[in-house]
């Protein structure tokens, strides 16, 4: 299984809101020794976030696909998924973000799932307010506006990015 994961902030006048996607391409065959990818998905976010779309497959996911609870000091959302041999799948997320998070500065800390190596994950960011500073700088980071910053980079390990106004 290959993953790739996208994240996306877009602040407007009235909300804080995200996009998640998570990409799945199960590069097997269906034979006597690969099967259909099952797995239990756990995105944290944090408390206080509202789930306002799930799609798996192009599908809205409903009720009892969505598991919604608090664990850590924030907001889970799990999903059970499964992938077949062969197929490229992705899990999208849209959640509205707490309006306390976004001050002076703005923090997002991914962490790497153990056993699990993403070699691409980008992280767009956008907010009304002048982006002034950010880390990490340097050559995965790109200010398309003053107002923006992206950074596309791998999730090897954990990773931090930080904004200030």
């Known amino acids: 299984i290959n993953r790739s994961v996208a994240y996306r902030v877009a602040e ?3 909300s804080l809101r995200a996009l998640a996607r998570i990409n799945y391409a199960h590069n097997g065959s269906l034979d006597w020794k690969t099967s259909i990818y099952k797995t239990y998905t756990r995105v944290y ?5 509202k789930l ?3 799609k798996f497959s192009a599908q809205e996911l409903r009720g009892k696909e969505v598991n919604i609870s608090e664990e850590l000091g924030k907001t889970v ?8 041999p062969g197929k490229i799948d992705s899990l999208i997320l849209e959640y509205e973000l707490p309006r306390k998070l976004v001050k002076d500065n703005y923090y997002l800390y991914i962490a790497k799932q153990p056993g699990n190596d ?3 994950l ?12 950010y880390r990490p700088t340097g050559f995965n980071a790109n200010r398309p506006d003053k107002n923006s910053i992206k950074w ?6 954990d990773k931090q990015f930080a904004v200030s106004f």
């Open 12 to 14: 407007g006048p009235e």
């Open 45 to 49: 976010v944090p408390r206080g976030s």
């Open 52 to 54: 306002i779309s799930a």
């Open 77 to 84: 959302f799990g999903f059970y998924l499964t992938i077949d």
């Open 118 to 120: 993403i070699k691409e």
């Open 122 to 133: 980008t992280v767009n960011l956008n907010f009304l307010k002048v982006v002034k500073s």
């Open 152 to 157: 596309v980079t791998d999730l090897l390990s």
